[in-house]
């Protein structure tokens, strides 16, 4: 595979549930980002990872927890979650060399909390 | 901070003529880029287009075209001969230049672009 590439596609979960969306990116990059995107609100930042280290935190609540094992991988634990955090979770990767490189982006988790 | 406007939430083309989608930003950084991504009602987002705050011409890549104007802090995309793939959501993003590590995106609200026949 080629790209980012991000699992579950689609995820529906109670509020009591604990899930994970995971990340994988196969195209050498050493940054990795989590953002949400809400409707009708522009995308957020919720993590970033440089060299597998936590460099941002965007002041997301603690239900939320990232997890980055290695430069390819890129996890968020989810776990007590609340209706108003449905929404599309994207993925991305960059180079994190030059401020030209692109992130590329996941096709993203739709998730919907009940 | 850095802040992205897009004042169009949607705009309407024809096909095979050319739309201009608006985008103004704010920073104080000296040194940053600017991105157009385009998301598909797939969800993906699709990198179109980079301006970096000292090229001295605009970015061009096949169909788009990024008018940048400093001084007015706009980087406009201009989409020529539009088609029907065309239809989609497209962001302003903005990136600082400066530190390793600070490296994401501040993204606008977005133009919904849709080409009719």
């Known amino acids: 595979e080629t790209g980012v590439t991000q699992t579950p596609r689609h995820l529906v979960m109670g509020m009591t549930n604990k899930k994970s969306l995971k990340c994988e990116q196969h195209l050498g990059h050493n940054a990795m980002y989590w953002y949400k995107q809400s409707a009708k609100k522009p995308l957020e930042l919720m993590f970033v990872y440089s060299l597998e280290e936590r460099v941002e935190n965007n002041s997301v609540p603690s239900r939320f927890s990232p997890e980055c094992p290695n430069s390819s991988h890129l996890f968020l634990h989810l776990h007590t979650l609340q209706p108003e955090d449905s929404a599309l979770y994207l993925c991305?990767?960059?180079?994190?060399?030059?401020?030209?490189?692109?992130?590329?982006f996941g096709p993203g988790t739709r998730l919907t909390v009940l | 901070a850095q802040k992205i406007t897009q004042t169009q939430p949607g705009m309407f083309v024809q096909e095979k003529e050319a739309v201009t989608l608006d985008c103004t930003y704010d920073t104080s950084d000296q040194s940053y880029g600017l991105f157009w991504y385009k998301q598909p009602s797939s969800g993906e987002m699709i990198f179109l287009i980079y301006?970096?705050?000292?090229?001295?011409q605009n970015a061009t890549e096949g169909r788009y075209s990024l008018n940048f104007q400093k001084a007015r802090k706009s980087a406009n995309l201009v989409i020529s001969a539009s088609q029907l793939g065309d239809s989609a959501m497209y962001f302003c993003?903005?990136?600082?230049?400066?530190?390793?590590?600070?490296?994401?995106?501040?993204f606008g609200s977005g133009t919904r672009l849709q080409v009719q026949p």
């Open positions: 991305a990767s960059s180079q994190d060399r030059d401020p030209a490189d692109e992130q590329f």
């Open positions: 993003a903005m990136r600082d230049a400066a530190d390793t590590g600070r490296r994401a995106l501040t």
């Open positions: 301006q970096g705050s000292y090229d001295e």
